[in-house]
Each structure stands twice: as structure tokens, then as C-alpha cells.
């Protein structure tokens, strides 16, 4: 979903030396979860952030709530990580932060079930079920088991170990059934590289197909997002009046550029 930014959030985000338009660029809003690594070569500790921003616009960061449910699933089963939570506040706002150890092989994914926020600006609740792969000793096996989540994108690329160019095929599931055609929203977390041109590069959008598979390429190295929208039940405002509510499914997938190889290793 996507929210108008602050003209001096715009005036940052479009660079010095380039026109402004005269309405303030429109930003995706994303709930991050992201790991120290994708692929953990030797096993041990990765460290993961749960952010609630607008990536490609690095910011502004809104305040998320500690939430409902944060967890890792794997083979062994799904493992509470609440008690591991710890605040991590960024710009003044709430975000949250675990750490976990890998100490099997295997792929593993991380999830986050936060609590609704309440957009104003479009009069609805968001909630974004959000999860992200890490593949312990790098085994290639295990990432594309489901975690169970209300909305999830199930992956048909291997969400890890994934160059810079490669395409990210999904199936976008709502109770676990294909959503043909959904909605999904792509963005790139932004290091402060790359400057957009104007409002329609900031979040791109593609949509699935009858299958609910989409499929979108990753240009750039750096963290990927990948966004399902579905409508979710009715509810009620803050003032009490009628307000609908966004779900969202996302993964996070991160793709690593091809570096030059060490000059032994290329003859």
C-alpha cells in the first residue's frame, strides 16, 4: 500500500539537481525482516531486524508496535522467538531486533506476525505477515516449506544464494490456496546508491497470474521485497467507524553481486 511522502522526504529522495513534481512522490509501505546473512556457510549466529518503513525511500519509519508473534519454522518444527525480542528504536521510532543460531543444516525461515497500524491516510488497518529465509551450512534444501501464515508468498526460485540479475518466481497464497491475479509490490531497500528518478520507480508493482505465480528480476544487489496484498476482514477505526484492513504477504529475498574472482581461481 502505498502512502504520499513529505515533500522534504521527496526533495532527498529524488536528488539534488533534479526537478521536483509538483505532488509529493507516493512510497510502499514494508515490513522488513532482515537477517545479517541469507546463507550461513558455516552454521552460527545471524542477527535479524524487524523494520516497518518504506525501503526504497529509506524512510520515513513508522512506529511498530512489539508484535504479535515472531517465530522461526524449520524441520524441526516452529520455535517461539518472542522471548528473544529486544527493542532497537531507529529515527525515534519502535523497531525490534533477535538473534538466533543455526546448529543444523538446513534452511529455516523467519517470520513476524506484527500488530495492526493504523494507516489514516487511507482509512484502513495494515497487517504484514512477513518472512524471510536463512540456509544453515548452505544445504540448499528446506526453503520452500511453508510457514502457515494467513498470507505468504511460497517461493518457486530459492529465495538464497541468488546473484544480482537473477528473476524471484512465487506462488501467492491466501489460507493456503493460489490468489489469481493478486497484487504484488516489489521494492528495493535502498542504501542511499541509487536516486530515483520520479515517484514511479519507487515501488514497483506486478501482478500474478491465474496461478498466482508472478515473477520479477532483482537488477541490483542488496535486499529485495516482495509484497501480496489481499484484502483482509472488515474492522473498525480508531473513532469506531467502519475501515477495511490490508493483508499483506512478504518475503524477503536477497540478491549478491558476481565479484571479480581472486586471479588463481580464474585460470
Same mark, same amino acid.
Given at each position: 500500500?502505498r502512502?504520499v511522502?513529505?515533500?522534504? /522526504?521527496?526533495s +532527498?529522495?529524488?536528488g539534488?539537481? +533534479?526537478? &521536483? ?6 512510497a510502499a509501505?514494508?515490513?522488513?525482516i &532482515?537477517?545479517?546473512?541469507?546463507? +550461513?556457510?558455516?552454521g552460527g ?5 524487524? /523494520?516497518?518503513t518504506?525501503?526504497m525511500?529509506?524512510?520515513?519509519v513508522m512506529?511498530?508496535?512489539?508484535p504479535v508473534?515472531v517465530g /522461526? ?6 520455535v517461539?522467538l ?6 532497537? $528504536?531507529?529515527?525515534g521510532k !519502535? ?5 538466533w543460531?543455526?546448529?543444523?543444516p538446513?534452511?529455516?525461515?523467519f517470520?513476524?506476525?506484527p500488530? $495492526?497500524y493504523w494507516?489514516?491516510?487511507e482509512?484502513k488497518w495494515?497487517v504484514h ?14 526453503w520452500?516449506?511453508?510457514?502457515g501464515?494467513p498470507?505468504?508468498?511460497?517461493? &518457486? ?7 544480482a540479475?537473477d528473476?524471484?518466481r512465487g506462488?501467492?497464497?491466501?489460507d493456503g490456496r $493460489?490468489v $489469481?491475479f493478486?497484487?504484488?509490490e ?7 546508491s /541509487?536516486a530515483?528518478?520520479?515517484e514511479?520507480f519507487?515501488?514497483q508493482v506486478?501482478?500474478?497470474?491465474a496461478?498466482?505465480?508472478?515473477v520479477?528480476?532483482m537488477p541490483?544487489?542488496g535486499w529485495?521485497?516482495f509484497?501480496? &496484498?489481499v484484502?483482509?476482514?472488515?474492522a473498525?477505526?480508531?473513532?469506531? !467507524?467502519?475501515a477495511a484492513?490490508e493483508w ?13 574472482a581472486?586471479? !588463481?581461481a580464474?585460470k
Amino acid at each position: 500500500m502505498r502512502t504520499v511522502l513529505a515533500p522534504a /522526504v521527496a526533495s +532527498l529522495l529524488l536528488g539534488s539537481g +533534479l526537478a &521536483l513534481v509538483a505532488a509529493a512522490p507516493a512510497a510502499a509501505h514494508f515490513q522488513e525482516i &532482515l537477517p545479517s546473512a541469507d546463507v +550461513l556457510p558455516e552454521g552460527g549466529p545471524v542477527s535479524v531486524d524487524l /523494520v516497518f518503513t518504506h525501503p526504497m525511500a529509506r524512510g520515513p519509519v513508522m512506529e511498530m508496535a512489539a508484535p504479535v508473534r515472531v517465530g /522461526v519454522s524449520g524441520e524441526a518444527g516452529v520455535v517461539d522467538l518472542m522471548p528473544r525480542l529486544k527493542a532497537k $528504536p531507529i529515527d525515534g521510532k !519502535s523497531a525490534w531486533t533477535f538473534d538466533w543460531t543455526a546448529a543444523a543444516p538446513g534452511a529455516v525461515a523467519f517470520f513476524v506476525e506484527p500488530k $495492526p497500524y493504523w494507516e489514516a491516510a487511507e482509512k484502513k488497518w495494515i497487517v504484514h505477515y512477513a518472512k524471510v529465509i536463512v540456509d544453515g551450512w548452505a544445504s540448499g534444501e528446506g526453503w520452500a516449506k511453508p510457514v502457515g501464515l494467513p498470507v505468504e508468498i511460497e517461493p &518457486l526460485t530459492r529465495p538464497t544464494g541468488l546473484w544480482a540479475g537473477d528473476v524471484f518466481r512465487g506462488i501467492v497464497r491466501r489460507d493456503g490456496r $493460489p490468489v $489469481p491475479f493478486a497484487e504484488v509490490e516489489v521494492e528495493w531497500v535502498n542504501d542511499g546508491s /541509487v536516486a530515483a528518478p520520479n515517484e514511479a520507480f519507487l515501488t514497483q508493482v506486478t501482478r500474478a497470474d491465474a496461478n498466482g505465480v508472478f515473477v520479477h528480476a532483482m537488477p541490483r544487489a542488496g535486499w529485495w521485497g516482495f509484497a501480496a &496484498l489481499v484484502d483482509g476482514p472488515e474492522a473498525k477505526a480508531p473513532d469506531g !467507524s467502519p475501515a477495511a484492513t490490508e493483508w499483506g504477504g512478504l518475503i524477503w529475498v536477497k540478491a549478491t553481486d558476481m565479484g571479480a574472482a581472486p586471479a !588463481s581461481a580464474s585460470k
